[in-house]
């Protein structure tokens, strides 16, 4: 018995690493198998999909195709509605991503502190995350309407002569809807933040404060570089969720109004494909945002890689 346990280890550790490797590989794809060719058919084949539909001219599901060639990028690239549509969606970008980022680590690290009533903090952060869209779009509609609670709130301490109609005025719909997504994305990404805050050494934070650091010193020069990365994969997450995911919001309260104001790249798409039945432009739009998508992924990474 002696012998047997003592060669075992011997016989493992005699086989090279590279070639466990090897043995393992067929077996791991084995396994693996299902997922990918999931992958494959689900995922890789509507993404080419797109790039074929925008090829074509394709004036609704139902009727024949024909092939466009750089036709539908033609119409795209000389049509305006395209270019306000790529404005308005930079600016969503531009402002809603670090507001809601930001916001949202110094959320979390103050959840991470824990402080009384902590975990209460943690559920109610969880809250816009339990309301589907429309409940949110009717408690903004509701909000932002003539008679809204904005408007009710402005009238009650002397400022009647700044209300408006948010959601029609031309000036301000965008920004209605970049509110909504700063509000509903804030708590869901505090909880992610704080959860990982909580996994930092509380040594890093002692050796912080013991060298004179206050809380917003320790958070920005001593927490952040640590979850860096971290940082970086849900600005990524974030950033998918608010190009791909705005057209929900333009659909229930402005439907790209007025005057095409708020309409961003996700509603063009949705309104080339199931409102105007041209699913050829539509498509072009969608390998448009697919490119951005990828861009700005490739930024946001850049950003935040680690230093060290």
């Known amino acids: 018995m002696t012998m047997t346990s003592s060669v075992r280890p011997a016989s493992r550790q005699a086989v090279p690493p590279a070639a466990r490797r090897e043995r393992r590989g067929p077996r791991t794809t084995i396994l693996a198998l299902p997922a990918l060719v999931w992958y494959l058919v689900f995922m890789v084949g509507p993404m080419v999909a797109i790039f074929v539909i925008a090829a074509l001219h394709w004036p609704g599901m139902l009727q024949p195709t024909s092939f466009a060639g750089a036709g539908n990028f033609q119409a795209l690239f000389d049509d305006p509605v395209f270019w306000q549509a790529v404005r308005n969606t930079g600016l969503q970008m531009v402002i809603a991503l670090p507001v809601m980022i930001v916001c949202a680590y110094m959320v979390g690290y103050y959840v991470a502190q824990k402080p009384p009533g902590h975990k209460v903090i943690r559920y109610l952060l969880f809250v816009p995350g339990l309301i589907s869209t429309p409940a949110k779009a009717m408690v903004f509609y509701a909000a932002l309407s003539p008679d ?3 408007n009710g709130a402005l009238k009650s301490v002397g400022l009647g002569s700044v209300t408006d109609a948010w959601l029609a005025n031309p000036d301000t719909a965008l920004y209605c809807l970049i509110a909504l997504d700063v509000w509903a994305g804030i ?15 509380e040594e890093i934070g002692e050796a912080a404060q013991l060298d004179g650091a206050g809380h917003w010193r320790a958070m920005w020069r001593i927490h952040f570089p640590v979850i860096k990365e971290y940082v970086g994969v849900v600005t990524m997450l974030q950033f998918l969720w608010t190009l791909f995911g705005s057209a929900q919001q ?7 109004g007025p005057a095409n104001s708020s309409t961003t790249l996700s509603f063009l798409v949705y309104e080339k494909a199931f409102m105007e039945s041209d699913l050829g432009y539509s498509q ?5 945002l697919f490119l951005a998508g990828l861009a700005g992924l490739l930024a ?3 950003v935040f890689r680690q230093s060290y």
């Open 148 to 150: 809204g609670l904005v």
């Open 187 to 201: 708590g869901f990404t505090a909880v992610l933040f704080a959860a990982r805050l909580d996994s930092v050494p």
């Open 250 to 256: 333009v659909l229930l309260l402005t439907q790209g």
């Open 284 to 288: 072009a739009v969608g390998v448009v």
């Open 300 to 302: 946001i990474r850049r």
